[in-house]
């Protein structure tokens, strides 16, 4: 995804996960430093990161938008 490419809460997302495609959706995006998905997050308004949930698992995750491909 290209730098300056925004989510919102709902888009349909894939990533790499373990070797493998996943598949969820964005669930908020970060713009300050805060915990989410049992970790530190470092988001900032210019460097946002997003939360996603996985459609096969449930669990939630945190990725910078440059590891995340809006689906179609």
């Given at each position: 995804?290209?730098?300056?490419?925004?989510?919102?809460?709902?888009?349909?997302?894939?990533?790499?996960?373990?070797?493998?495609?996943a598949h969820g959706e964005v669930e908020r995006e970060i713009?300050?430093?805060?915990?989410?998905?049992?970790?530190?997050?470092?988001?900032?308004?210019?460097?946002?990161?997003?939360?996603?949930?996985?459609?096969?698992?449930?669990?939630?995750?945190?990725?910078?938008?440059?590891?995340?491909?809006?689906?179609?």
């Amino acid at each position: 995804m290209g730098k300056g490419k925004r989510l919102r809460k709902g888009d349909r997302v894939s990533w790499r996960s373990h070797g493998s495609e996943a598949h969820g959706e964005v669930e908020r995006e970060i713009t300050e430093r805060t915990e989410a998905a049992g970790r530190t997050v470092a988001a900032s308004p210019d460097e946002p990161q997003y939360e996603v949930r996985s459609e096969k698992s449930g669990g939630r995750a945190v990725h910078k938008p440059g590891a995340l491909e809006k689906d179609d």
